[in-house]
């Protein structure tokens, strides 16, 4: 019994490589291929077996079923053992069965070719056919052309996702080691001036009148301070990172929490100029008033540091599922390619780096505790005219 199927055109090849190489998941890719050379090739089934990860094994990663009654599921079964000898032998392997008086759906044709790098390989894609005739040594020829683009597509895909798994690691290794430099940094100038001032009072060789000696006693109040914020922010980071930080959400008045806010910044900064903009009444929200003061803190003191002297506006209005509220300053504004990473932890805007003091933790925390309360948090700006920070919480 011979079968009539259509000649494979040049067209036709340059069709299935163009898909090959230009698919960004194989296994969409392979339904499409699947459908396209049915009309050269028939089969009943195809399954993919791919070495696990300790390469002695093959696991089923694709199987579909291309007609003539037989499942996908109940079939994967049939191309076990002649994946196996494929892999072993490295080589085509086909298997016809020797009863031809079985019925046509117990006696089937298998095809095991292997899926192969430049020095090993790696898995099988097995062709099933039900009943006659067998796979001619032309539609083998084909079908192996098909499985090394098959390889070429999953090899590609396989390192593209290793380059870019590589480029993370190797961004999260110079987030790492920036965060290193400026977490040292950090840290020795507020040991600095808390071991100076500290050892120029001990010194026995003069004597400081009570003024001088609060003003010495002061800055190693204020440094000290700072190291507890800068060590509290790594600890919050940590915990809000991992997931392990406990909210304490309740029913709060936001209103009353961001007037509590601006009171306790203006009596830290008595020069702080603040403007708190609510014209319509708003509705209580679950949240925790600890947490969301230190986000609203937070982004107070960002802006009386980066936009020092100019006016910060936070304006509060009601939508139809939460809260909105936008922290405004008409400082040096942020550049476009920065806005998106101002809120990843450790990073610090460039031009900031070596002229203000920070961690480059604040508005990573920012964003964590408003993720933990179902909200959102953005930032836009221009350059010469001020950020915006946008925070939405919903009402629930």
Not at 116 to 142: A, D, L, M, Y
Not at 286 to 296: A, E, M, S, T
Not at 365 to 391: D, N, V, W
Request: proline share 4%; net charge negative.
């Amino acid at each position: 019994m011979t079968e009539s199927l259509q000649p494979i055109e040049p067209q036709t090849l340059y069709s299935l490589s163009q898909i090959c190489w230009t698919a960004s998941n194989w296994k969409s890719a392979l339904d499409e291929i699947v459908t396209k050379i049915r009309p050269f090739f028939i089969f009943d089934n195809i399954a993919v077996y791919l070495s696990d990860k300790s390469e002695s094994n093959l696991e089923v990663s694709y199987a579909k079923a291309t007609g003539r009654g037989k499942s996908k599921e109940a079939d994967v079964a049939w191309g076990e053992s002649i994946s196996l000898e494929a892999i072993r032998q490295s080589k085509t392997i086909l298997q016809i069965p020797e009863d031809s008086e079985i019925e046509r759906f117990n006696r089937p044709f298998l095809l095991g070719i292997p899926l192969q790098s430049r020095n090993s390989k790696f898995g099988v894609v097995v062709f099933i056919r039900f009943g006659s005739p067998e796979f001619s040594q032309e539609q083998i020829n084909f079908a192996e052309f098909m499985v090394h683009q098959i390889s070429s597509m999953i090899l590609r895909q396989e390192h593209e996702k290793m380059i870019e798994k590589l480029e993370d690691h190797i961004k999260t290794l110079q987030i790492q080691e920036d965060f290193i430099s400026t977490l040292s940094h950090e840290l020795k100038n507020p040991i600095g001036f808390i071991k100076g001032y500290t050892t120029t009072l001990l010194r026995k060789d003069t004597s400081w009148d009570r003024e001088t000696q609060f003003e010495f006693l002061n800055i190693i109040d204020q440094e000290t301070d700072r190291l507890k914020d800068l060590i509290d922010n790594l600890l919050d980071s940590s915990k809000l990172q991992s997931g392990k930080a406990n909210l304490n959400f309740q029913v709060l008045r936001l209103d009353a929490l961001l007037n509590d806010v601006i009171s306790h910044s203006r009596m830290v900064h008595p020069d702080l100029e603040i403007y708190l903009d609510i014209r319509q009444e708003l509705p209580n929200l679950q949240g925790d008033p600890r947490r969301l003061k230190q986000v609203f803190d937070n982004l107070i003191s960002n802006s009386y540091k980066y936009a020092p002297g100019t006016v910060i506006k936070i304006r509060v209005y009601k939508e139809q599922s939460g809260i909105s509220i936008d922290f405004r300053d008409f400082g040096p504004g942020i550049p476009t390619a920065e806005l998106e990473k101002v809120f990843d932890r450790f990073y610090r805007i460039e031009k900031s780096v070596s002229e203000i003091h920070g961690s480059g933790l604040g508005l990573f925390i920012c964003k964590k505790i408003i993720e933990a309360h179902q909200g959102q948090i953005s930032a836009t700006s221009i350059l010469g005219k001020g950020t915006t920070i946008h925070i939405f919480l919903p009402i629930t």
